[in-house]
């Protein structure tokens, strides 16, 4: 059964918080006919003001573990839960390329969150594509992860 199908059939809706794929998740989900059953709408939080703003990601998780890590894309995630009143907020934040990568945080470094009312679950990934492949990636693994919690299979922490 496809994703969307077990959205409809739970009757759970989504909203999305995007950094480094600008709007891709968003754009892959409401390329499904039917999306507006499940998809409330979603934020593309590139700057950090408007993650603290829009998002309400803690300035100090800003400055304290950078706007590309696990704490950002959770708050990220439950922000936008909370804001678009989903069951389900998904976040991406990352380094898409070609510059901007550091030897802590290298270009391909992306983290994917989920939140749900009880939970949030993360994942990191590094892509080792150009820009648009490492958005590719972050986007089709923000949709499995969604897969995979939907379907029952818990999201480790990778």
Known sequence: MAIWDV??????????AESCTGGLVSHLITNV??????????VVAYA??????????PRAIIEGEGAVSAACARAMAAGVRKLLQADIG?????????????PDKPVGLVYIALATKDNVYHERYIFHEDREGNKAGAADAALRMLRRYVSGARSSER
């Open 48 to 57: 950090n003001d408007v993650k603290e703003e829009i998002l309400h990601v």
């Open 90 to 102: 998904i976040a991406t934040t990352g380094i898409a390329g070609p510059t901007g990568g550091t």
């Open 33 to 42: 006919p039917g999306s507006s059953d499940y998809y409330r709408g979603g």
């Open 7 to 16: 959205l409809r059939d739970k009757r759970l809706t989504i909203a999305t």
